[in-house]
């Protein structure tokens, strides 16, 4: 299994971790603002997703085999320690290595996370099976027809012309599928008591559900009164979500990190 990936600018090195079904693209959207700020950032694929391999086991998608692949990139790129930006999939498995490795991780960034660390509830995971099942049968298409968010109506379009775009970035659809049916399932860590150890520099970006309901935003207010050392970022009440946009974003993080 290889993982696709790239680096950019020269300083303390930071990580870029995706969210499932998307590719290193979905972190800051293709804002360059951290390299011209004195940033080293190194972004990749996650197994089975966008133009990096699966790996053999179709169950190998577990918060373990992510970290894993994550401490296999700090050592391949001879990184110490990083700033890890991670959005929804990639924020757990960023708290899961913090947990594991404080000692390789400089502060972290913590955009959207899907849930208290725990594996999804029930109904959560049968949503998840749909998508999967939608996306093995009928493609990106399928994802969409067994897409069923609750949206304000003005956020609609947007997010399934993102959604597409995002799912037409995969070299693999079926590895992303399996990714689906397991990632959800996968414990990152043992539910939000674990987070009052983390004595780390946080910054966690949350969204208002009317726009994203699949990250809720009760989850990143939980994780930032449960991080020590946490800031709270999220966009005004009826404005396009502070996750969603790239330099906005990116000039958040590096006030974050200026500070």
């Not at 499932?20 to 997703?49: C, K, N, P, Q």
């Not at 659809?173 to 689906?180: E, F, N, S, T």
């Not at 910054?203 to 800031?231: I, N």
């Not at 404005?239 to 946009?245: V, Y």
């Amino acid at each position: 299994m290889s993982l696709a990936g790239e680096e950019a600018g020269e300083g303390p090195a930071v990580v870029l971790l995706h969210g499932l079904t998307a590719t290193r693209r979905y972190v800051l959207h293709g804002s360059r603002s951290l390299e011209r700020s004195g940033r080293r950032v190194i972004a990749y694929d996650a197994r089975g997703h966008g133009e990096s391999t699966s790996p053999e086991d179709p169950d190998a998608y577990a918060y373990e085999d992510l970290t894993a692949d994550l401490r296999a990139v700090l050592d391949g790129r001879g990184v110490e320690r990083a700033v890890l930006i991670g959005g929804s999939m990639g924020a757990h498995t960023a708290v899961a290595l913090a947990l594991e490795q404080p000692e390789r991780v400089e502060a972290l960034v913590l955009v959207t996370p899907g849930y208290p660390g725990h594996p999804s509830d029930a109904d959560d995971l049968a949503a998840w099976d749909s998508l999967a099942a939608g996306l093995r049968l009928g493609g990106v298409d399928g994802f969409l027809d067994a897409y069923r968010p609750t949206l304000d109506a003005k956020y609609r379009e947007t997010v399934e012309t993102f959604t597409r775009q995002r799912l037409g970035r995969h070299r693999d659809i079926q590895a992303v599928a399996d990714a689906m049916t397991v990632v959800p399932r996968s414990p990152a860590f043992d539910g939000l008591d674990a987070l009052d150890g983390i004595e780390l520099p946080s910054l966690v970006v949350g969204s208002h559900d009317g726009a994203d309901p699949g990250h809720p935003l009760r989850v990143a207010e939980s994780w930032a009164e449960h991080l020590p050392r946490a800031e709270l970022a999220v966009e005004d009440e009826g404005e396009s979500p502070l996750a969603w946009q790239g330099a906005q974003l990116s000039r958040r993080i590096a006030a974050f990190l200026d500070d």
